[in-house]
């Protein structure tokens, strides 16, 4: 029997305490916000979304890049602010980006606007970036890994982003066609396939940890184990690792504690 992919892709339907969580992020987000230093809307291209908020830290490695969730048609960056609070406590630099929404865009754009977030903080910077995701944010890390960043920028390092972080990822587009997320998506069966990381190949030695929650959805579970075994036949170095109890909203909050595991890993994919 096939899986209800209505069911195991409904994550509000999942967590029926999701409004009360999100509130919880809004709230974090402004309170990290008004406690630190930060340039704020900085702008990666023309649109009103094409924004990202810099909180800079000590450390001298890599820029990290947070990109958020709701299924490539919800949220923006000012709910996000407190996923900046880990890394700086361990001196790392980071971006929280928005970008535009389906229906408004097609997700390919918003593939594509992640490319030249990535390409902005690195000209702005000098450094490289290593993106951090959750949900359509962790599919959007996954593409931002599969690049030849050459042939987008000459003059950028061909491992603009050698490592990223996707957490309960979605890496694997076509079983959404045929549910109700997909009605803002307009997503065709060829395009899925032709926006799911998991049929591209990044560089050798790249390097993706795929973290996902131990209480989420069998699809998510598999989602996250497939893209480890599938790029690690291709060179790139992956770990996929489950979060006891957490759930598709609870999986990042590790992110705000310089100590957590999740936190660690992050770390861990900027060393040297």
């Keep these: 029997m096939s899986p209800d992919y209505e069911a195991e892709y409904n994550n509000r339907a999942r967590v029926p305490e999701h409004p009360a969580l999100i509130a919880g992020w809004a709230k974090d987000a402004a309170a990290y916000r008004a406690a630190t230093p930060h340039e704020a ?3 990666y291209g023309p649109g009103k979304r094409h924004l990202y908020d810099l909180f800079p830290a000590a ?18 960056r000012s709910f996000f602010s407190h996923m900046a609070a880990g890394p700086n406590g361990r001196g790392l630099t980071a971006a929280i980006m928005e970008y535009d929404l389906c229906p408004n865009v097609p997700m390919a754009s918003i593939v594509e ?18 993106p951090y995701g959750h949900s359509a944010g962790g599919h959007l890390t996954a ?13 950028a390092p061909g491992d603009l982003t050698p490592a990223g972080l996707a957490i309960s990822g979605l890496f694997d ?29 990044p560089p050798p030695g790249r390097r993706l940890v795929a973290a996902v929650g131990g209480a989420e959805s069998a699809e998510y ?20 690792v489950e979060l006891t109890g957490a759930n598709h909203f609870t999986v990042i ?20």
């Design 253 to 272: 909050a590790g992110l705000a504690d310089p100590d957590s595991e999740l936190t660690d890993r992050l770390v861990s994919l900027c060393a040297a």
């Design 113 to 130: 606007q992640t490319r030249q977030a990535i390409l902005d903080l690195w000209r702005r910077t000098g450094r490289r970036i290593v």
């Design 221 to 240: 579970l598999r989602q996250s184990h497939d893209i480890c075994r599938i790029w690690q036949n291709h060179g790139v170095r992956t770990t996929c």
């Design 173 to 201: 587009l076509p079983p959404l066609v045929g549910t109700s997320i997909n009605k803002a998506l307009g997503l065709s069966e060829a395009e899925a396939r032709r926006l799911s990381p998991i049929v591209h190949t």
């Design 143 to 155: 593409m931002a890994l599969a690049v030849d960043w050459k042939a987008l920028d000459p003059a």
């Design 41 to 43: 809307g900085l702008a």
């Design 59 to 76: 450390g001298e490695g890599p820029v990290v890049l947070f990109i958020h969730g709701g299924y490539w048609q919800a949220l923006d």
